[in-house]
T-cell receptor, first 115, second 109 residues
Framework: DGGITQSPKYLFRKEGQNVTLSCEQN?????MYWYRQDPGQGLRLIYY???????QKGDIAEGYSVSREKKESFPLTVTSAQKNPTAFYLC??????????????FGDGTRLSIL | QKEVEQDPGPLSVPEGAIVSLNCTYS??????FMWYRQYSRKGPELLMY????GNKEDGRFTAQVDKSSKYISLFIRDSQPSDSATYLC?????????FGKGTSLLVTP
């Protein structure tokens, strides 16, 4: 089955620690995205990538980093500089048709908590 | 003013009712509109994708866009307990999607 796999489902971070969230897709989509979802708030875009080896900051990129070395993989690192990392993190992907936005398909998320 | 406004609810209806979910927006450049359904502890699932104004129907779901009023709606006919979830609207003028905060829906048997 085609889809997006996020792992782990739950993750705990200690103070001063960096953690990496995994996102893999087998939909052959060019574009991939990371969102953060907090209670009572909409999804907020952290980073997105339209092509391998290229990515752009979203609205709340501070304290996060990403890489896109392979088309199917887009890991997100939550660094110690992110002072409020507790949230539900969602990865998404879509086909890329330039200026015409395509529906994004989501994984089932990783819930990150601070120890 | 946020670009996309959505009443968080919760909205509670009896099984079989017609449900109306709505979003308003302020950016007149938005042309692409989507509705997602999100179950607890899961990722959003795409329900409807529409371009510009008009209606689109898919089974029990109808999406309606009124660009003159900057207002979009999702109607669910013959609602079922399995429809209980959070419904997110999303819209875009170009590349990035702008999401509403979501409306929590509970359909009671």
């Amino acid at each position: 089955d085609g889809g997006i796999t996020q792992s782990p489902k739950y993750l705990f971070r200690k103070e001063g620690q960096n953690v990496t969230l995994s996102c893999e897709q087998n939909l052959n989509h060019d574009a991939m995205y990371w969102y953060r979802q907090d209670p009572g708030q909409g999804l907020r875009l952290i980073y997105y990538s339209q092509i391998v080896n290229d990515f752009q900051k979203g609205d709340i990129a501070e304290g996060y980093s990403v890489s896109r070395e392979k088309k199917e993989s887009f890991p997100l690192t939550v660094t110690s500089a992110q002072k409020n990392p507790t949230a539900f993190y969602l990865c998404a992907s879509s086909i890329d048709e330039g200026a015409k936005p395509q529906p994004q398909h989501f994984g089932d998320g990783t819930r990150l908590s601070i120890l | 003013q946020k670009e996309v406004e959505q009443d968080p609810g919760p909205l509670s209806v009896p099984e079989g009712a017609i449900v109306s979910l709505n979003c308003t927006y302020s950016n007149s450049a938005f042309q692409y509109f989507m509705w997602y359904r999100q179950y607890s502890r899961k990722g959003p699932e795409l329900l409807m994708y529409t371009y510009s104004s008009g209606n689109k129907e898919d089974g029990r779901f109808t999406a309606q866009v009124d660009k003159s009023s900057k207002y979009i709606s999702l109607f669910i006919r013959d609602s079922q307990p399995s429809d209980s979830a959070t419904y997110l609207c999303a819209m875009s003028a170009g590349y990035a999607l702008n999401f509403g905060k979501g409306t929590s829906l509970l359909v009671t048997p």
